[in-house]
T-cell receptor
Framework: GAVVSQHPSWVICKSGTSVKIECRSL??????MFWYRQFPKQSLMLMATSNEGSKATYEQGVEKDKFLINHASLTLSTLTVTSAHPEDSSFYICSASHRGQGQPQHFGDGTRLSIL | DQQVKQNSPSLSVQEGRISILNCDYTNSMFDYFLWYKKYPAEGPTFLIS?????DKNEDGRFTVFLNKSAKHLSLHIVPSQPGDSAVYFC??????????FGAGTILRVKS
Protein backbone atom coordinates (compact mmCIF):
# COMPACT_ATOMS: atom_id res chain seq x y z
CA GLY A 1 0.00 0.00 0.00
CA ALA A 2 0.90 3.66 -0.14
CA VAL A 3 3.67 4.75 2.19
CA VAL A 4 3.92 8.05 4.00
CA SER A 5 7.00 8.79 6.05
CA GLN A 6 6.99 11.32 8.88
CA HIS A 7 10.10 12.60 10.59
CA PRO A 8 11.06 12.95 13.37
CA SER A 9 8.97 10.53 15.38
CA TRP A 10 9.78 12.18 18.71
CA VAL A 11 10.98 15.66 19.60
CA ILE A 12 11.80 17.12 22.99
CA CYS A 13 12.87 20.74 23.04
CA LYS A 14 12.91 23.87 25.13
CA SER A 15 10.16 26.44 25.17
CA GLY A 16 10.66 29.14 22.56
CA THR A 17 12.35 27.01 19.93
CA SER A 18 10.90 26.20 16.52
CA VAL A 19 10.38 22.65 15.42
CA LYS A 20 10.05 21.37 11.86
CA ILE A 21 8.24 18.14 11.03
CA GLU A 22 8.53 16.54 7.61
CA CYS A 23 5.96 14.45 5.80
CA ARG A 24 6.96 12.56 2.67
CA SER A 25 4.94 10.39 0.33
CA LEU A 26 7.37 7.68 -0.74
CA UNK A 27 5.63 5.93 -3.58
CA UNK A 28 3.01 8.30 -4.96
CA UNK A 29 2.52 11.95 -5.79
CA UNK A 30 0.65 13.63 -3.00
CA UNK A 31 -1.31 16.50 -4.48
CA UNK A 32 -2.89 17.11 -1.10
CA MET A 33 -1.45 16.68 2.37
CA PHE A 34 -3.25 17.10 5.65
CA TRP A 35 -1.90 17.93 9.09
CA TYR A 36 -3.67 16.69 12.20
CA ARG A 37 -3.19 17.06 15.89
CA GLN A 38 -4.30 14.46 18.40
CA PHE A 39 -4.70 14.93 22.13
CA PRO A 40 -4.78 11.89 24.44
CA LYS A 41 -7.95 9.84 24.09
CA GLN A 42 -9.35 12.25 21.53
CA SER A 43 -9.90 12.17 17.83
CA LEU A 44 -7.66 13.42 15.08
CA MET A 45 -8.28 17.14 14.70
CA LEU A 46 -7.56 18.56 11.28
CA MET A 47 -5.27 21.58 11.48
CA ALA A 48 -4.78 22.42 7.83
CA THR A 49 -5.04 21.18 4.28
CA SER A 50 -2.11 21.72 1.98
CA ASN A 51 -2.18 21.54 -1.80
CA GLU A 52 1.10 21.35 -3.66
CA GLY A 53 2.27 24.76 -4.82
CA SER A 54 -0.38 26.78 -3.02
CA LYS A 55 -1.01 28.19 0.41
CA ALA A 56 -2.39 25.91 3.08
CA THR A 57 -6.00 26.20 4.20
CA TYR A 58 -6.20 26.36 7.97
CA GLU A 59 -9.10 25.18 10.10
CA GLN A 60 -10.85 27.62 12.37
CA GLY A 61 -8.89 28.29 15.51
CA VAL A 62 -5.53 27.21 14.11
CA GLU A 63 -2.97 30.03 14.03
CA LYS A 64 -1.31 30.07 10.63
CA ASP A 65 1.60 32.14 11.93
CA LYS A 66 2.17 29.60 14.67
CA PHE A 67 1.93 26.52 12.51
CA LEU A 68 3.71 27.17 9.23
CA ILE A 69 2.99 24.70 6.47
CA ASN A 70 4.94 24.34 3.26
CA HIS A 71 4.07 21.95 0.44
CA ALA A 72 6.72 22.73 -2.11
CA SER A 73 6.72 19.44 -3.97
CA LEU A 74 4.46 16.52 -4.70
CA THR A 75 6.29 14.35 -2.20
CA LEU A 76 7.08 16.67 0.70
CA SER A 77 5.16 18.85 3.12
CA THR A 78 6.55 20.41 6.28
CA LEU A 79 4.93 21.72 9.43
CA THR A 80 6.93 24.17 11.50
CA VAL A 81 5.76 24.91 15.03
CA THR A 82 7.20 28.35 15.67
CA SER A 83 8.24 29.53 19.13
CA ALA A 84 6.82 26.38 20.66
CA HIS A 85 5.40 26.44 24.19
CA PRO A 86 4.35 23.62 26.51
CA GLU A 87 0.72 23.89 25.37
CA ASP A 88 1.90 22.96 21.87
CA SER A 89 2.98 19.57 23.17
CA SER A 90 0.91 17.00 21.32
CA PHE A 91 0.92 14.24 18.74
CA TYR A 92 1.10 15.65 15.22
CA ILE A 93 0.31 13.44 12.28
CA CYS A 94 0.23 14.00 8.55
CA SER A 95 -1.60 12.28 5.76
CA ALA A 96 -1.39 12.40 2.01
CA SER A 97 -3.65 11.69 -0.90
CA HIS A 98 -3.49 11.87 -4.65
CA ARG A 99 -6.37 13.72 -6.20
CA GLY A 100 -6.49 11.47 -9.20
CA GLN A 101 -6.87 8.45 -7.00
CA GLY A 102 -9.23 10.20 -4.65
CA GLN A 103 -9.22 9.23 -1.05
CA PRO A 104 -8.37 7.41 1.20
CA GLN A 105 -5.72 9.42 2.89
CA HIS A 106 -2.58 7.55 3.87
CA PHE A 107 -1.04 8.47 7.17
CA GLY A 108 2.45 8.86 8.53
CA ASP A 109 3.34 7.41 11.92
CA GLY A 110 3.11 10.76 13.67
CA THR A 111 5.44 12.97 15.67
CA ARG A 112 5.32 13.21 19.44
CA LEU A 113 6.26 16.79 20.35
CA SER A 114 7.16 17.58 23.94
CA ILE A 115 7.99 21.16 24.87
CA LEU A 116 9.72 21.64 28.20
CA ASP B 1 -19.96 20.13 17.29
CA GLN B 2 -19.05 16.49 16.82
CA GLN B 3 -20.07 15.58 13.31
CA VAL B 4 -18.79 12.03 13.65
CA LYS B 5 -19.37 10.09 16.84
CA GLN B 6 -18.14 6.76 18.07
CA ASN B 7 -20.10 6.31 21.26
CA SER B 8 -18.33 3.19 22.48
CA PRO B 9 -14.84 4.01 23.74
CA SER B 10 -13.96 0.34 23.97
CA LEU B 11 -15.13 -3.11 22.97
CA SER B 12 -13.98 -6.54 24.09
CA VAL B 13 -14.63 -9.63 21.96
CA GLN B 14 -13.64 -13.26 22.13
CA GLU B 15 -11.39 -14.57 19.38
CA GLY B 16 -13.42 -16.09 16.55
CA ARG B 17 -16.52 -14.07 17.31
CA ILE B 18 -17.86 -11.06 15.45
CA SER B 19 -16.72 -7.54 16.34
CA ILE B 20 -19.16 -4.75 15.55
CA LEU B 21 -17.96 -1.17 15.75
CA ASN B 22 -20.46 1.62 15.35
CA CYS B 23 -20.31 5.18 14.12
CA ASP B 24 -22.90 7.94 13.77
CA TYR B 25 -22.68 11.14 11.77
CA THR B 26 -24.77 14.27 11.62
CA ASN B 27 -23.84 15.96 8.35
CA SER B 28 -26.16 14.80 5.57
CA MET B 29 -23.72 16.14 2.98
CA PHE B 30 -21.20 13.41 3.79
CA ASP B 31 -21.03 10.90 0.99
CA TYR B 32 -17.84 9.00 1.74
CA PHE B 33 -17.07 6.97 4.82
CA LEU B 34 -13.93 5.18 5.92
CA TRP B 35 -12.59 3.05 8.70
CA TYR B 36 -9.01 3.25 9.88
CA LYS B 37 -7.12 1.02 12.28
CA LYS B 38 -4.39 2.34 14.54
CA TYR B 39 -1.78 0.57 16.61
CA PRO B 40 0.11 2.42 19.38
CA ALA B 41 2.96 4.60 18.12
CA GLU B 42 1.87 4.14 14.51
CA GLY B 43 -0.23 6.17 12.12
CA PRO B 44 -3.76 5.09 11.16
CA THR B 45 -3.98 2.47 8.43
CA PHE B 46 -6.82 2.52 5.95
CA LEU B 47 -9.12 -0.50 6.26
CA ILE B 48 -12.21 -0.10 4.17
CA SER B 49 -14.47 2.59 2.74
CA UNK B 50 -17.96 2.99 1.41
CA UNK B 51 -19.67 5.63 -0.68
CA UNK B 52 -23.21 6.81 -0.10
CA UNK B 53 -24.48 5.05 -3.21
CA UNK B 54 -23.90 1.72 -1.50
CA ASP B 55 -25.14 0.22 1.73
CA LYS B 56 -22.53 -2.50 2.08
CA ASN B 57 -18.91 -3.07 1.16
CA GLU B 58 -16.96 -6.19 1.95
CA ASP B 59 -13.24 -6.91 1.97
CA GLY B 60 -12.22 -10.24 3.41
CA ARG B 61 -13.08 -10.34 7.09
CA PHE B 62 -14.15 -6.70 7.10
CA THR B 63 -17.59 -5.46 6.09
CA VAL B 64 -18.87 -1.92 6.37
CA PHE B 65 -22.59 -1.23 6.44
CA LEU B 66 -24.12 2.17 5.79
CA ASN B 67 -27.60 3.24 6.83
CA LYS B 68 -28.06 6.68 5.31
CA SER B 69 -31.49 7.31 6.76
CA ALA B 70 -30.16 6.70 10.25
CA LYS B 71 -26.82 8.37 9.49
CA HIS B 72 -25.14 5.32 10.89
CA LEU B 73 -22.37 3.04 9.77
CA SER B 74 -20.81 -0.01 11.27
CA LEU B 75 -17.74 -2.15 10.78
CA HIS B 76 -18.07 -5.90 11.17
CA ILE B 77 -14.99 -8.07 11.66
CA VAL B 78 -15.59 -11.79 11.29
CA PRO B 79 -13.93 -13.80 12.66
CA SER B 80 -12.12 -11.55 15.08
CA GLN B 81 -8.44 -12.28 15.67
CA PRO B 82 -6.09 -11.14 18.46
CA GLY B 83 -4.13 -9.13 15.88
CA ASP B 84 -7.25 -7.05 15.27
CA SER B 85 -6.80 -5.48 18.71
CA ALA B 86 -6.26 -1.79 18.00
CA VAL B 87 -8.03 1.55 17.97
CA TYR B 88 -10.55 1.89 15.15
CA PHE B 89 -11.44 5.31 13.78
CA CYS B 90 -14.48 6.09 11.72
CA UNK B 91 -14.10 8.99 9.28
CA UNK B 92 -16.56 10.76 7.03
CA UNK B 93 -16.56 13.54 4.52
CA UNK B 94 -17.52 14.77 1.10
CA UNK B 95 -15.57 12.81 -1.50
CA UNK B 96 -12.35 14.57 -2.45
CA UNK B 97 -12.48 16.89 0.54
CA UNK B 98 -11.33 16.81 4.13
CA UNK B 99 -12.35 14.04 6.49
CA UNK B 100 -13.87 14.32 9.94
CA PHE B 101 -12.80 11.63 12.38
CA GLY B 102 -14.56 10.04 15.30
CA ALA B 103 -12.86 9.70 18.67
CA GLY B 104 -12.04 6.04 18.12
CA THR B 105 -13.02 2.73 19.68
CA ILE B 106 -10.48 0.48 21.35
CA LEU B 107 -11.05 -3.11 20.27
CA ARG B 108 -9.62 -5.91 22.38
CA VAL B 109 -9.84 -9.41 20.99
CA LYS B 110 -9.25 -12.01 23.67
CA SER B 111 -7.75 -15.37 22.84
Amino acid sequence: GAVVSQHPSWVICKSGTSVKIECRSLDFQATTMFWYRQFPKQSLMLMATSNEGSKATYEQGVEKDKFLINHASLTLSTLTVTSAHPEDSSFYICSASHRGQGQPQHFGDGTRLSIL
Amino acid sequence: DQQVKQNSPSLSVQEGRISILNCDYTNSMFDYFLWYKKYPAEGPTFLISISSIKDKNEDGRFTVFLNKSAKHLSLHIVPSQPGDSAVYFCAAGVYGNKLVFGAGTILRVKS
